[in-house]
C-alpha cells in the first residue's frame, strides 16, 4: 500500500474495482449469493457491535444530542435529491431514457447508507458517533418517508407499501449490536485501543462485502445487457455529476453551519450516500410490473460510484487528521 501510494493510487479503491471485476467474472448465484447476503448481514452487525465497543457512553449520547447535525444530513438525503432528480427530467428523452429517468428519480428517493457512510467516516477519523445516529436516523424514516415522495413525486401502480418488518430489520441488524457493544465495552475497551486492526478489518471488509453482493445481483439479473454501452456511459456520466453537486453542497453546508471537522465528514459521507441495500427491496414493492432492472440500474451504478469516489476521500482525510 505504501508503495502504491507513490503514485496516489490507494488499494481499498483497488479493493473495490477487484471486487466488481471478481463479481462480474464469478457472480453469486443461489444458495451462494444467500451465503454471501448472511455474511454481509453478519459483517454491519459486528462493524455496529465493535462501534458500541469502542465508543463511549459520552460520545453516544452526544452524538444523539447533536440534532443540527442530523437535521442537516437528513435535509440533504429527503430535500437536496429529490430536488436535483426532479431538476434532471430535462434530461429526457436525449440522454436518459424514461425508465432511466425513472430511476435516476427513485435513487434520488431511497435512504442514506449505514454501513459504509459509518465506515467511512471513521476511516476519515470524523464523528462516528454522530455518523450513527444520522446513518440509522435516515433509514428508519426513510421507511415511511421514500414511499411518501415515491407517491408524491412519481407515477407509480399501485400503491406504496410500508413494511414494519423494514424497521425491525433495522433494529436488529444495527442497533442491538451497538447496544451489545455497549455494554461489553469495558471488558474490551482495553484490547480495542491497543489493536485498532479488527475495526479496520471489518470497516473494508463490510463495504466489499456489500460490493460484491450488490454487483453479483445485477449480473444474475442481467441488466448490464439491457443497454446499449453509449447509453450506459451517458448515465454513468449523468451520475457522477449528481454526486460531484451533492459533495459540493453537502461540504458548503458542513462549513456554511460552522460545524467542527468530524461534524463536516459526518454530513459529506452521510448526506451524498444512497442505500442500495434499502432501495433494492423498496423498488420491488414500489414498482410491481415495470422494468425493475432498468429502474434499480442507476442506483447500482450511483452506488459503486460513491463507494469509490468516497473511499478516496475518505483514506485523504485520514491522511491530514490531526
Known amino acids: 500500500m505504501r508503495f502504491l501510494s507513490k503514485f496516489y493510487i490507494d488499494g481499498f479503491i483497488l479493493s473495490i474495482l477487484a471486487v466488481v471485476g471478481l463479481a462480474s467474472i464469478f457472480p453469486a448465484r443461489g444458495d451462494a449469493a444467500d451465503i454471501v447476503s448472511w455474511l454481509t448481514k453478519i459483517a454491519i452487525a459486528l462493524l455496529f457491535l465493535l462501534y458500541g465497543a469502542r465508543l463511549s457512553s459520552q460520545e453516544a449520547l452526544t452524538g444523539l444530542k447533536h440534532w443540527r447535525l442530523h437535521l442537516t444530513v437528513l435535509a440533504c438525503t429527503f430535500v437536496l435529491f429529490p430536488i436535483l432528480g426532479v431538476a434532471a427530467r430535462v434530461l ?14 427513485f435513487l434520488c428517493l431511497v435512504p442514506s447508507t449505514v454501513q459504509s457512510s459509518i465506515a467511512f467516516t471513521s476511516i476519515a477519523k470524523g464523528n462516528v458517533a454522530g455518523a450513527i445516529v444520522s446513518a440509522t436516523l435516515s433509514n428508519l424514516l426513510g421507511v415511511f418517508l421514500t414511499p411518501a415522495l415515491v407517491i408524491l413525486l412519481m407515477n407509480t401502480t399501485g400503491q406504496a ?7 425491525l430489520d433495522i433494529v436488529l441488524q444495527l442497533l442491538v449490536p451497538f447496544c451489545v457493544g455497549q455494554l461489553i465495552r469495558p471488558k474490551v475497551k482495553g484490547f480495542l485501543s491497543r489493536y485498532a486492526e479488527p475495526t479496520k478489518l471489518v470497516d473494508r471488509g463490510s463495504i466489499l462485502l456489500v460490493v460484491y453482493s450488490a454487483f453479483s445481483a445485477g449480473m444474475v439479473e442481467g441488466i448490464w445487457h439491457a443497454m446499449s454501452p453509449w447509453r450506459i456511459l451517458l448515465l454513468v ?26 461534524d463536516r465528514i459526518v454530513v459529506v459521507f452521510c448526506g451524498s450516500k444512497k442505500s442500495l441495500a434499502t432501495g433494492l427491496p423498496m ?40
Open 237 to 262: 456520466v449523468v451520475l457522477c455529476a449528481l454526486l460531484a453537486i451533492v459533495l459540493g453542497v453537502t461540504s458548503a453546508l458542513g462549513r456554511a453551519t460552522h460545524f467542527d471537522r468530524g
Open 92 to 105: 429526457v428523452p436525449h440522454i436518459l431514457t424514461e425508465d432511466l429517468y425513472t430511476g435516476l428519480l
Open 283 to 322: 423498488a420491488t414493492v414500489l414498482f410491481a410490473g415495470h422494468p425493475i432492472g432498468l429502474i434499480v440500474l442507476p442506483l447500482m451504478i450511483f452506488h459503486q460510484v460513491q463507494l469509490i469516489t468516497c473511499a478516496a476521500l475518505a483514506q485523504r482525510w485520514a491522511r491530514t487528521a490531526p
Open 161 to 167: 407499501r410500508v413494511d414494519l418488518s423494514s424497521v
